[in-house]
């Protein structure tokens, strides 16, 4: 395989064709890979910074470091393995990640910033690293959880009923502040 064929083959996106991912709004695409590849390398930096507690004798910000690096090189093999073209598994790695749904790339982001911040809670290095990492299984949380409702949906459901497939009856009569329990004249 040539480099050239290399190169192409990083820029293409896996799993465009996952039907579950269509329903999120591009903003929300980009913003959770624009903050895990950004995020990633501030990871991976302050990782390095964080390793310096050596010399103050505190070996578990030392080991929070080097797990922060990590994280930050696994999230940024993830989110864009074109950083890391030189490394043959990447793009198998990456494609089998994007073919998941997203509650498994947060529940992976946000497992690998939490350790961290056990280790060596009082450094801002961990906190501004891996607070990125997590941050980005946030929102990817939040793409895993779709669309908000319509408000018919919403006041269907807070009735205590469910909404029938199809457009909703319009009922003009009842609001979503009145209370059933309490008597009022007409």
């Known amino acids: 395989m040539s480099f050239a064929d290399k190169i192409s083959m990083l820029m293409d996106r896996p799993g465009g064709d ?23 390398f501030i990871a991976i930096i302050f990782g390095l910074i964080n390793c310096t507690g050596i010399i103050l004798m505190n070996v578990s910000c030392l080991i929070a470091g080097v797990w922060q690096m990590l994280a930050g090189f696994i999230v940024i093999v993830c989110e864009a393995p074109c950083c890391c073209f030189f490394i043959d598994y990447v793009q198998t790695l990456s494609d089998r990640v994007e073919t998941r749904p997203y509650w498994n790339k947060a529940a992976l982001y946000i497992g690998l910033s939490l350790p961290p911040f056990f280790m060596c809670f009082f450094s801002v290095s961990t906190w501004l690293g891996s607070g990125m990492i997590f941050g980005t299984g946030i929102i990817y949380g939040m793409m895993a959880l779709g669309k908000k409702g319509s408000r018919d949906d919403m006041a269907a459901m807070a009735a205590g009923g469910s909404t029938p497939p199809g457009p909703a009856p319009q009922d003009h009569t009842v609001t979503l502040m009145e209370d059933p329990d309490v008597w009022r004249p007409n």
Do not use: I
Request: aromatic share 14%.
């Open 18 to 40: 996952n039907a579950q991912k269509d329903d999120v709004p591009w903003w929300m695409r980009y913003a959770g890979r624009g903050l895990g590849t950004v995020g990633s």
